[in-house]
């Protein structure tokens, strides 16, 4: 592959472009997918083409094709260069990349079992076993499993002499039951829903999931939520366990710490950030307890790979240090403007047919020293809400308000009754300051993102959340229309 | 074209007598955006990707890929082939459909819009940004244009083809602390009003300016068609879909021929010849149909796929999705019946309501109401006495959209079109007792 992609690096030198990289990409992937007892989704898919990406006098131009011959990819690299020439037709002055050392290198996710070796029979077999214990009562109206399993192969060479091949693997499964009486329906998860729980690995990350033990769990809470009282509306103190911290680191630190987005590249669709660059370093985010680290080391991570698509290094670095805005999601073009000479690496593009753009890395909240019992025990009126339903946060990352699959009271100082719907809003810098307690290292869950989307044309990348559940004092709970 | 009925005969040949679905989606495409008066990415993409279905004796197997070589093609339909093989039977697995007659459509292909140059995007950038300069304005947005062409073919001879070509222009403006938006996807560039667009946008950041914070509460209002679209869109996929109706899921289960919503409104589902058309065939090769899922508010039909046609003992309406779905079918042509007046009339009723040019993050939160949140963005503004009075802070709403369009006060002549899930043909409405149920910081 590497010396279909000198042909790119070859035609954008005699162009004397500025830089240039290709990305030949080839991407396996198997979704199965089992609904109330048929398979409702059994699909492999192989893609394979490559992304050209050129700047040339300053200004980007990127185009991707499939057809894998060195004259298409020379055409491809032209028309990159072609499109690069348009772009300076509006600019304020030229971007300038920041540096990175040539990288010659190979780089692959650590894994024990290979998913795709995994015969499909013994992945619905564990399927349709689930889905079989989820649908034992009669009012699950719907039962879903699925699996999912990815390799991306990646063959990177920049016209500053990187030439990195990388494999990166992820395996996912979920099972979700849907209890429905009288038009109500209430749905439980395991590991959690929205697609359920993926990190980087092989089928040892579905073993490790001991899917059949919380199958009748998952289908009990699922028809107990239908009787279940609604979560109370007020103000309350609220522990967020599950996937739930996924999201909301995801969602209220993540996306507001992505530097374009707050320097206004994003502004047309995902939106903009309340965490500008002045704020770097002095502003106050949360509480003392709150450390949030961005790391692309981090074993089972999605974002997790030797390099970045900028062709920069895995690096591990604080966004959030004592609970003070310490640091940005980074990628080469940008990262000059906090002043910062090399970027932390966090550009990514989604295949071969779109260009890195900045993403969220693996981002973690670092555990606390508090025991889960005391985190529950130092409640007097409280609630404790687990996995993600919904989410929504507005243009700047302020204001949120996020839905979870069940919830529990916590009255003086011991869990209560299950709630139904339960939800909660906030403003961002308020909210993580009401933070009080986190969990200590033995709670600490690594969760992952797979549907993060974001961009023009829209690209979708996958990271992992790490946290423990963490208790955020006086929370505006339980918003109904 | 040539070259995709090629490989077909050759993915049909390679399937040795399972019944074999293809379907191949071109797309030859182009994206230029702008961002502080700047072009700030711009980009060109061209592929080709085909999904193969294979069934035999109750079992299916899916492969998609985008390489047709020989070799590749040989591997991924004796891979599926062997993926289906082992396979255990499954016993409502529908056998691939055999071909009816697709009805005549008028095209939408224009060349002149698939083979807009990089020049003519950057000029239109250029055009808003130069404008936004004079004024200290930030314009912000993308210009985006190509082909798209799908092929659905099966070795029972049903081969369906439907191209489209496709402009779109979006636009934001960044005004100090006020902003704008303007948005319009067309088939041909000539019905793009490009000047228009970035007026809009630019009054509406100038007139947001320095907005003020009211109180989250109960208000009537006046959504422009983008923010009215976008949770019409939300109320079809949640209530008119045939397997959330089966599954007893939507509000809309066991109540058709009931009023359910506001008299004054009505949609239909037309790809054929409505406001906002599409292809005239369904994933499953299945003719699409005109369907009026209300008709003043009373609940007409619901859209079916064969598979939940069949659980409801009727006929499809051509509206599957790709097989198989976890999400059955749902409609992608919506056409919201307009009413009377324009906008401003709207504007004019309104003792005081709260005018909406846009959602962000609209989200579920109960689907059996259709309970959504979501913020406005984009130019939010109080009307007093008719008037629009001062821009407001951003509000977000927790409501059920049951509800709102139970309680639809007007509907506007004039409608926009939107690309939503699929695209939508939606006026301006103005709703009473809409909840906000917090507000933000700017």
């Known amino acids: 592959m590497f010396k279909l992609a000198s042909k790119a690096i070859e035609v954008a030198g005699k162009h004397r472009v500025d830089f240039g990289d290709i990305r030949i990409v080839e991407d396996r992937s198997q979704y199965l997918a089992v609904k109330n007892g048929e398979i409702s989704g059994l699909t492999d898919s192989v893609t394979l083409g490559y992304g050209v990406r050129v700047l040339y006098k300053g200004a980007w131009g990127f185009a991707s094709g499939s057809e894998m011959t060195e004259r298409a990819v020379a055409d491809t690299t032209l028309k990159a260069i072609a499109i690069a020439k348009a772009s300076g037709l509006l600019m304020h002055g030229r971007v300038r990349l920041a540096r990175e050392p040539a990288y010659t290198d190979f780089w692959q996710t650590p894994f024990l079992k290979d998913p795709f070796a995994v015969p499909v029979q013994t992945k619905l077999d564990l399927m349709f076993r689930l889905d079989a214990v989820l649908r034992r009562n009669s009012k699950i109206r719907v039962a879903q499993t699925s699996m999912n399993f990815i390799r991306e192969h990646q063959w990177h060479m920049t016209t500053e002499g990187s030439r990195i091949e990388q494999v990166l693997l992820s395996s996912g499964a979920s099972m979700t039951a849907t209890a429905v009486l009288n038009g109500e329906s209430q749905m439980r998860g395991y590991p959690c829903s929205h697609g359920g729980q993926t990190l980087s690995g092989g089928w040892e990350i579905i073993e490790a999931m001991n899917l059949p033990d919380h199958a009748e769990r998952v289908r009990d809470e699922a028809v107990a939520l239908l009787s279940a009282p609604t979560c109370p509306a007020g103000v309350a103190d609220l522990i967020i366990s599950g996937n739930q911290m996924a999201l909301q680191i995801h969602e209220s630190v993540g996306h507001a710490s992505e530097l374009d987005r707050v320097l206004g590249y994003e502004e047309s669709y995902a939106g903009s950030s309340f965490a500008t660059t002045e704020k770097l370093g002095k502003f106050r985010y949360g509480s003392p307890i709150v450390n949030l680290v961005a790391d692309a080391t981090l074993p089972g991570g999605l974002a997790t790979a030797g390099y970045d698509d900028d062709a920069v290094k895995a690096q591990r670095w604080n966004i959030v240090k004592d609970g003070v805005l310490s640091g940005y999601m980074t990628n080469r073009e940008f990262c000059g403007r906090i002043g910062k000479e090399r970027s932390w690496g966090s550009c990514r593009a989604d295949g071969y047919s779109n260009i890195p753009i900045t993403r969220i890395c693996n981002l973690s909240l670092m555990p606390g020293s508090t025991p889960m019992d005391q985190l529950v025990e130092e409640i007097k009126n409280g609630i404790m809400m687990e996995n993600n339903v919904s989410w929504s946060i507005d243009q700047k990352r302020l204001n949120f308000q996020f839905g979870c699959e069940i919830g529990w009271l916590i009255k003086n100082g011991k869990k209560t009754k299950m709630v139904k719907n339960p939800t909660y809003q906030g403003i961002t810098p308020e909210f993580w300051g009401s933070c009080d307690a986190i969990a200590d290292h033995s709670e600490w869950r690594l969760w992952g993102v797979s549907n993060c989307g974001k961009g023009q044309p829209g690209q979708t990348a996958a990271m992992c959340h790490g946290s423990s559940p963490a208790r955020f004092r006086k929370v505006k709970i339980g918003m109904h229309g | 074209m040539k070259n ?439």
């Not at chain 2, 140059?117 to 244009?145: H, M, Y």
């Not at chain 2, 009727?314 to 307009?338: D, E």
């Open chain 2, 4 to 442: 995709i009925e090629q490989v077909c005969k050759k993915i049909f040949t390679l399937a040795r007598g399972a019944q074999c679905e293809v379907m191949a989606e071109t797309r030859d495409g182009a994206l230029t955006r702008f961002a502080d008066n700047v072009i700030s990415q711009n980009v060109a993409s061209a592929s080709v990707n085909y999904s193969v279905r294979l069934l035999e004796n109750g079992r299916s197997a899916k492969v998609s890929f985008n390489q047709t070589g020989d070799a590749y093609l040989k591997h991924a339909i004796s891979s599926a082939l062997e993926i289906l093989r082992r396979q255990k039977k499954d016993p409502a697995l529908l056998p691939l459909a055999k071909p009816r007659p697709i009805p005549a459509i008028a095209s939408r292909y224009n060349r002149e819009t698939a083979e807009l140059s990089p020049t003519f995007r950057a000029d239109r950038a250029a055009e808003l940004s130069r404008a936004c300069r004079k004024t200290g304005q930030i314009a912000c947005g993308t210009v985006e244009n190509g082909v798209s062409e799908l092929t659905l073919a099966n070795n029972l001879g049903l081969f369906a083809s439907y191209k489209e070509s496709y402009v779109m222009h979006s636009v934001t403006v960044r005004d100090h602390d006020g902003s704008g938006w303007a948005e319009r996807p067309a088939h041909d560039v000539k019905d793009l009003n490009f000047k228009l667009l970035n007026e809009t946008a630019r009054a509406k950041a100038a007139a947001s300016r320095s907005p003020r914070e009211i109180k989250p509460g109960k208000y009537t209002v006046v959504l422009e068609p983008n923010a009215a679209a976008a949770l019409v869109s939300y109320l079809a996929v949640y209530g008119f879909a045939g397997q959330y109706y089966n599954e007893g899921r939507s509000f809309t289960a066991g109540k058709l021929g009931k009023r359910l919503l506001s008299p004054l409104l009505t949609i239909e589902d037309n790809a054929l010849d409505g406001a906002a058309p599409g292809m005239p065939f369904d994933y499953e090769g299945q003719p699409r149909t005109r369907v009026t899922l209300v008709e003043n508010g009373v609940l007409k039909a619901v859209v079916h796929d064969r598979k939940t046609a069949k659980k409801a003992k009727m006929a499809s309406t051509g509206h599957a999705l790709p097989q198989p779905s976890y999400m059955g079918p749902i409609p992608l042509n919506l056409a919201v019946k307009p009413g009377q007046g324009a906008l401003a009339d709207l504007i004019k009723g309104a003792e005081r309501a709260i005018l909406v040019t846009q959602f962000h993050y609209t989200n579920i939160l109960k689907t059996q109401t259709v309970e959504m949140t979501g913020m406005t963005r984009n130019g939010t503004f109080m009307v007093e006495n008719g008037h629009i009075a001062y821009p407001i802070k951003n509000m977000r709403f927790t409501q059920s959209m049951v509800e709102a369009f139970d309680k639809i006060d007007a509907v506007s002549a004039e409608t926009g079109l939107v690309a939503e899930w699929g695209t939508l043909a939606c006026p301006a409405m103005r709703l009473k007792d809409f909840n906000f149920s917090s507000s933000t910081k700017f």
